[in-house]
């Protein structure tokens, strides 16, 4: 049986982790945190015994930038990740069209294969605890989404259209240069430390 | 006086107003609150039912936060009602002296006038 200490670590462990599932910046988890520990320190109480489940007590706090969730809050996060993606996928066949003088040919595979993406992409960003803690949901996810993604686009080989390289070259730069933008912006969320407001 | 266990339907009811009415005597820190309001006949009140409240409190403009530092102990974070907590504390206070009065007053008739179906 695990001592009180280690049990304890495991409550914060998790209370901590449903919070950033929740995307609450460090500096509000910090402060959550903070205060289950001055609440016990003050009770004598273990976080389990005065907080109940750490994962309920996490949904049951509100913070100011749940009002924040929507489009404008998920979309340069998610944006910069699947124009990478897409740019990525749409890439690959114009190095032989232009060796070769060809239009570059958009496959309906090649097109399968990008809504895949967006919907493996939009799944993670918002069920990321349900896919990386339930193994079905994950396994369906990732390593279906992954297997679709390809196969589409190795066996759907008919040609949705074709379009000429410099075209396609224009659209995937444009798509790389956003997506290195939007993740260049995105830096500072992704260092978000958990700051203890008592210093 | 307090005759525990106050139904726990009732407690849920009036816990917001009964915080609002600590913190109404000043600012103070959670378990003070939570120890305040088990004096006073409302039982164990426990962190993660109080806090969940103090932050709807919170985001609604009725009380504002402040981390003090602890004597011996890890610094502990104040609450204190706004203005606007105060003039919401005092109108919620009036309704519910209202209400109780006349509550008890139906209660306590012996006659009840019915509809008849």
């Known amino acids: 049986m695990a001592d009180e200490t280690t049990t304890d670590r495991q409550w914060y462990d998790e209370f901590t982790l449903s919070l950033r599932y929740r995307d609450v910046p460090g500096t509000e988890i910090g402060d959550a945190v903070a205060q289950v520990e001055s609440h016990c320190s003050d009770s004598g109480e273990s976080p389990a015994a005065a907080f109940g489940d750490p994962r309920a007590y996490a949904d049951s706090l509100e913070f100011p930038r749940d009002d924040a969730a929507g489009a404008g809050h998920w979309l340069p996060v998610l944006g910069p990740i699947v124009a990478f993606l897409v740019a990525l996928q749409l890439g690959i066949p114009i190095p032989r069209a232009a060796v070769e003088g060809t239009t570059v040919p958009v496959t309906w595979g090649s097109l399968g294969a990008t809504v895949v993406i967006v919907l493996m992409m939009t799944m993670l960003w918002f069920r990321t605890r349900l896919v990386l803690e339930n193994r079905l949901v994950g396994g369906v996810t990732i390593i279906g989404g992954t297997v679709l993604a390809v196969l589409s686009a190795a066996l759907l080989r008919e040609s949705a259209f074709d379009a000429p390289v410099l075209v396609m070259t224009v659209l995937v730069v444009a798509l790389f240069a956003y997506a290195a933008v939007g993740m260049w912006r995105q830096r500072a969320t992704l260092n978000d430390p958990i700051v203890d407001p008592r210093g | ?117």
């Open chain 2, 1 to 117: 006086m307090s005759t525990l266990p106050w139904p726990s339907e009732w407690l849920r009811g009036l816990l917001s107003l009964a915080v609002m009415r600590v913190l109404a005597a000043g600012p103070t820190y959670g378990y003070a609150i939570s120890a305040t309001l088990e004096d006073n006949g409302f039982g164990t009140i426990k962190g993660g039912t109080l806090y969940p409240l103090l932050g709807r409190l919170e985001s609604a403009g009725l009380v504002t936060t402040q981390w003090r530092a602890g004597e011996g102990g890890p610094g502990r974070k104040y609450f204190r009602l706004t203005e606007d907590g105060m003039a919401e504390f005092e109108r919620q206070a009036a309704l519910w002296g209202e209400f109780a009065a006349h509550t008890s007053a139906f209660l306590g008739n012996t006659i009840i006038e019915t509809k008849e179906s």
